[in-house]
């Protein structure tokens, strides 16, 4: 059993230092179903690759597409300050192979808090509470915990929680034009997978270099909810997470993301 690549999305979250390893704390792909898993996967890889070609240098207007892309960005985001949802979720590495599949539940609150559970292929945890995060491996019996502004550091998948503005400036955000051959999956994949063809996607690159997370792409569906999203990273691996069950509002219990560590775990703090 690999634990570090069970808690893949939220591994993002956590640097080097904690029992998950960089070679498996890359990025997500999800999906559905096991062709349009594979169909996605090729496909995002192109849309990837052929993003990684473009020339660094920006003319003088960047700043102001991306501003506008950050405006529209946090517009969408702002109306999610809750999200709950399945997910199905694929991991591929640099030659396209599958290399990870796990389905299971996401819950997020603005700001800064989010709980991630693995049903399949076995069961992890992992709850980002605002100040520190938590990886619970029931298997080992240990709980690694992290100061999560450590953890997030730099990493694009803390815009998703966060509505500070210091932290925004530290990246890069552009809408994907739906049109383009790049990014837009053939043969209906976008319709199938987002319920619609009324889609935004906008992909977010750190500013400093050598993280671990190179780029992460969001979608959202016609009903402007988060539908898919996927990061490349700095090994050349993909992940995808494609959502179902979407929820906006719903009822918060108080300990959604709090962590109730049995006596006979080792707790191993690194905060």
């Known amino acids: 059993m690999n634990k570090a690549v069970s808690v893949y999305f939220v591994s993002a979250l956590v640097t080097a230092g904690t029992a998950m390893t960089a070679a498996n704390a890359a990025v997500e792909l999800g999906t559905t179903g096991s062709n349009m898993g594979n169909n996605n996967a090729h496909e995002v890889v192109s849309a990837h690759q052929a993003n990684a070609t473009v020339n660094t240098s920006q003319p ?16 969408l ?17 640099a030659q396209q192979n599958v290399v ?9 609150t603005r700001p800064n808090k989010l709980r991630w559970e693995t049903t399949f ?12 995060v938590w990886n619970v491996d029931t298997f080992v ?4 915990v ?21 932290t925004w400036s530290k990246f890069s955000i552009s809408q994907l034009n739906s049109g383009s051959s790049a990014l837009k999956p053939e043969k209906g994949a976008a319709d199938n997978i987002n319920g619609g063809s009324a889609t935004k996607s906008y992909q977010i690159t750190p500013k400093e270099q050598g993280g671990q997370i190179a780029t992460l792409t969001l979608t959202f569906n016609q009903d402007s909810e988060l539908a898919s999203l996927n990061m490349l990273d700095a090994q050349q691996q993909i992940s995808t997470l ?28 690194q905060r």
């Not at 019996?141 to 690694?144: D, K, R, S």
């Not at 069950?245 to 707790?267: C, Q």
């Open 60 to 75: 003088k207007t960047s700043s102001l597409i991306n501003d506008s892309a950050s405006t529209s960005l946090q517009a």
């Open 77 to 93: 985001l702002s109306n999610m300050k809750q999200f709950r949802a399945s997910f199905a979720q694929t991991v591929v590495d």
């Open 100 to 108: 990870h599949e796990a389905q299971g539940t996401l819950t997020m």
């Open 121 to 132: 292929p076995d069961e992890t945890l992992l709850v980002a509470d605002g100040e520190a």
């Open 141 to 144: 019996e240990q709980v690694t």
């Open 146 to 166: 992290l100061s999560q502004d450590n953890a997030i550091k730099d990493n694009p998948i803390v815009l998703l929680t966060s509505t500070d503005e210091a």
């Open 242 to 269: 494609v959502f179902s069950n979407i929820e906006t509002r719903f009822p918060v219990p108080a300990d959604t993301f709090s962590v109730d560590i049995p006596d006979s775990f080792i707790i191993d703090d």
